[in-house]
């Protein structure tokens, strides 16, 4: 039986696997999909598919499921292998935005749904000229914290705030303490999140 919340997830799923099937600043909709696919194995352990330079499908494979062991030296490595530090924050966005969406259908007891067919396309390759490693690792407008950790591709961060609405709470939303979405309270989402931030190792 369909309900709002289920409708809303469905809804998100849809212009999420839009996003990832077209070309994005750095990839291109096929590289895009191999980026989720290698998310995907990454987590049953699974060899890769070797459609994506090693540098790519390594830091593919680690964001997915060793986020929290990345380091700075991690970055550089990468780099060093032909991973352009702004490519890599486009590639964190979408292995990032995939495993809410993928936890999230578990959670909903809906079974994933298989990465989309990808469309033609090339990127923009726009780098923001204000974009610059300031107080953290990769490249961001302005100082280095999460809502602005995206920053340095905008079309990523439009799409992770999309996810963050409708799995959590938008960020006009996140200003009332007494909201409840679903039946469930401000305090009790926090709750949750917070178990779940300390589960996942997140230092913010």
Do not use: K
Not at 39 to 56: K, Q, V
């Amino acid at each position: 039986m369909s309900t709002p919340l289920l409708a809303e997830f469905e809804a998100l799923v849809d212009r999420e696997w839009d996003r990832m099937a077209n070309a994005g600043t750095w990839w291109t909709g096929i590289e895009r999909v191999a980026i989720a696919t290698e998310a995907r194995l990454s987590r049953d352990d699974a060899p890769s598919t070797m459609h994506l330079s090693a540098a790519t499908t390594a830091a593919a494979r680690r964001v997915s499921t060793e986020a929290a062991t990345i380091r700075q030296v991690d970055i550089d490595r990468w780099a060093d292998g032909g991973l352009d530090p702004f490519a890599y924050v486009e590639l964190v966005s979408v292995v990032s935005r995939l495993a809410a969406i993928d936890v999230s259908a578990f959670g909903l007891g809906m079974d994933e749904r298989p990465l989309p067919v990808p469309q033609p396309g090339n990127p923009s390759f726009e780098r923001p000229t204000d974009a610059v490693v300031s107080n953290g690792w990769v490249p961001t407008v302005g100082p280095a914290w999460a809502p602005a950790s995206l920053s340095a591709v905008p079309d990523e961060v439009d799409a992770m705030f999309d996810v963050h609405g409708v799995l959590y709470l938008s960020m006009e939303q996140m200003s009332d303490n007494e909201i409840v979405r679903n039946g469930v309270h401000r305090a009790q989402i926090e709750l949750a999140a917070a178990r779940t931030s300390w589960l996942n190792e997140c230092f913010y």
